[in-house]
């Protein structure tokens, strides 16, 4: 129930373990030594992992934070290591001095200063916990299989529901200002036209935050254009012209060149949260998408909405 609340955005920083060092099966003095953070959605994909292996694992304090975002803030690092192996006493519970680290944790730590600060040798193992087991009887050698890092259809669609939970709260208040901002016209403001036509840009928003959050995810491989922004917008207009298609009867060509801006910019908006959930992208490529991006989504964004109050004025 935790994993699945968690799934869905609840407690998502608070979900954690204490960090020392723990025992999977009946390990001995000479089993392998697996380090791992305390994100407790991480701790228990690696106990899953290494089912019918008798290990030793050494949780680090990560904050509750996963190991690819602990490294890149710095949490899952070379000192926390260190000081992990001094506080759990790990040279008293193993006879050999061997540790196996997360491969997506290894921007966070050099190998050769924990070697040197507390003796225990790094062997960054396999991306997936998954392939611990064979990776430990392959005498810690990984093959190319171990090493590659996928984004399939399963773990894309595991990100729907916790942006949908992040998106939650605006989503709503956005669709309730739509509606007032509906309602203006020229006799200052109508209530049946703040149904109409809040009810398209209801539909409005959400066709660019299901074509954001969830077209993009599920048909990322397959849009073109390497800029996560470019995506979100493809799959916003792609989403909007059934919609533009439906209104055609109840608002004018303005309002239809609105409904077009607002979702293209929503979606491409939301398109770019995936940018930190996926292989494909850098620090520094998100860093620059953005200030590429978000100015014309901004400008899209308030054009879209200056046609849309506009519109009753001039029909």
């Known amino acids: ?129 998954d392939d611990l087991p064979a990776y430990i009887e392959n005498n810690l050698v990984a093959d190319e299989t171990m090493r590659s890092v996928t984004f399939t259809l399963k773990e894309r669609a595991e990100l729907i529901p916790v942006e949908f939970h992040e998106f939650g709260r605006a989503l709503l208040a956005i669709i309730a200002i739509g509606f007032v901002l509906s309602g203006i016209g020229p006799d200052f403001f109508s209530l049946s036209a703040a149904w109409s036509r809040g009810a398209i840009f209801a539909l409005s928003t959400l066709a660019g935050t299901i074509a954001g959050v969830v077209a993009l995810p599920l048909l990322l491989p397959y849009l073109p254009l390497p800029a996560f922004s470019a995506k979100g917008a493809l799959t916003g207009g792609l989403m909007a012209l059934p919609l533009m298609a439906y209104a055609s009867n109840t608002v004018g060509a303005a309002e239809l060149a609105a409904i077009l801006l607002w979702t293209v910019a929503s979606s491409s908006y939301l398109g770019m949260n995936f940018t930190g959930s996926t292989p494909f992208t850098s620090p520094t490529g998100v860093e620059k998408e953005m200030r590429r991006a978000l100015p014309w989504q901004a400008g899209a964004t308030v054009v879209g909405l200056l046609i849309w109050i506009a519109a009753p004025f001039f029909n």
């Open 1 to 129: 129930m935790g994993t699945l609340s968690v799934r869905f955005g609840q407690s998502r920083y608070d979900y954690k373990v204490t960090p020392g060092l723990y025992c999977v099966g009946t390990p001995t003095s000479q089993s392998p030594v697996i380090v791992t953070g305390n994100y407790k959605l991480t701790f228990d994909v690696v106990r899953r992992g290494l089912d019918g292996t008798d290990a030793w694992v050494l949780v680090t304090d990560t904050r509750g934070i996963n190991i690819w975002c602990a490294a890149g803030k710095g949490l899952f690092s070379t000192q926390e290591v260190v000081r992990s192996v001094r506080d759990s006493r790990l040279a008293e519970v193993v006879q050999h001095r061997d540790m196996i680290l997360p491969q997506l944790g290894s921007t966070g730590v050099a190998a050769h200063t924990v070697k040197k600060e507390c003796g225990f040798r790094v062997h960054y193992g396999p991306v997936r916990a």
